[in-house]
């Protein structure tokens, strides 16, 4: 699994989890409990991993719903 994106909107996440889940694109959501830790002030961002085969596809699913700035730029994988 490769890194999508990540993202401290909450409403985003949830809107690109649904598009990912519509598309049949497996994807998990990483650091969504890490609020336990960080007091829920929302500042660690939780990353969307997709498979690898599947990632050009769901990013151009992203772009299409008007989400393509929360893609890293283009080139610029995520470390």
Do not use: C, F, W
Request: charged share 25%; hydrophobic share 45%.
């Amino acid at each position: 699994m490769v890194e999508l994106l990540r993202t401290n909107d909450v409403v985003a996440l949830s809107y690109v989890r649904a598009l990912l889940s519509e598309a049949g694109i497996g994807h998990m959501i990483m650091d969504e409990n890490m609020s336990v830790l960080e007091g829920s002030i929302g500042v660690i961002p939780r990353r969307v991993l997709v498979e690898d085969e599947s990632r050009d596809q769901a990013a151009r699913i992203l772009a299409d719903a008007d989400l393509g700035h929360l893609l890293p730029i283009q080139g610029k994988r995520p470390a």
